[in-house]
């Protein structure tokens, strides 16, 4: 399968606690997005990079939230001090653009983050 | 402030042709319109996306009116795998911080 991926899938924690997620984009991308969705509402832009460079976040990403993505491959999500209101799915995506301002983005299936 | 705006939900028969409008006032210039079907416990997936008057391709039709101001996805001949929820993106004023999905189009197909 040479779709996106990420890793977990589901990801059960208590509040307060650390969580990292993964995602590995489709190797040729330079784009990686990542996104939140709630129940009923339609992906929320977080951040993005292009190839290693984290070039927008989204002015709702507080300081609990970095992305990194080493050597333009591929993308961690770490969410520090969780708190209820993180619970969300959280969906990656990527695509190839070059002097395009927008191309068609591949998205993973999603990690979905419980905080109880 | 920028905002893409769709019908909560939609129902439809079989075979039948269904329209699912957004609207998305502030759309620049040089704003693509792009929409995704999304099934239960799985991340969107592309369908269509567009610039200005229509674009085609093997699953749908994107309609845009030369205002661009709204954009209609047509999906010819429904079947009950289509039973989705639709999201209407657009990437405003070039920024990809300024990418706004909508709140989805629930579609129902029925027998």
């Known amino acids: 399968d040479t779709g996106v991926s990420q890793d977990p899938r589901h990801k059960i924690t208590k509040r307060g606690q650390n969580v990292t997620f993964r995602c590995d984009p489709i190797s040729e991308h330079n784009r990686l997005y990542w996104y939140r969705q709630t129940l009923g509402q339609g992906p929320e832009f977080l951040t993005y990079?292009?190839?290693?460079?984290?070039?927008?976040k989204s002015r709702l990403l507080s300081d609990r939230f970095s992305a990194e993505r080493p050597k333009g491959s591929f993308s961690t999500l770490e969410i520090q001090r969780t708190e209820q209101g993180d619970s969300a799915m959280y969906l990656c995506a990527s695509s190839f653009s070059s002097n395009l301002r927008f191309s068609e983005q591949y998205f993973g299936p999603g990690t979905r983050l419980t905080v109880t | 402030l920028a905002k893409t705006t769709q019908p909560i939900s939609m129902d439809s028969y079989e075979g039948q042709e269904v329209n699912i409008t957004c609207s998305h006032n502030n759309i620049a210039t040089n704003d693509y319109i792009t929409w995704y079907q999304q099934f239960p416990s799985q991340g969107p997936r592309f369908i269509i996306q567009g610039y200005k008057t229509k674009v085609t391709n093997e699953v749908a039709s994107l309609f845009i009116p030369a205002d661009r101001k709204s954009s209609t996805l047509s999906l010819p001949r429904v079947s009950l795998s289509d039973t989705a929820v639709y999201y209407c993106?657009?990437?405003?004023?070039?920024?990809?911080?300024?990418?706004?999905f909508g709140k989805g189009t629930k579609l129902s197909v029925k027998p």
């Open positions: 990079f292009q190839n290693e460079a984290q070039l927008e």
């Open positions: 993106l657009v990437l405003y004023g070039g920024s990809q911080g300024n990418l706004i």
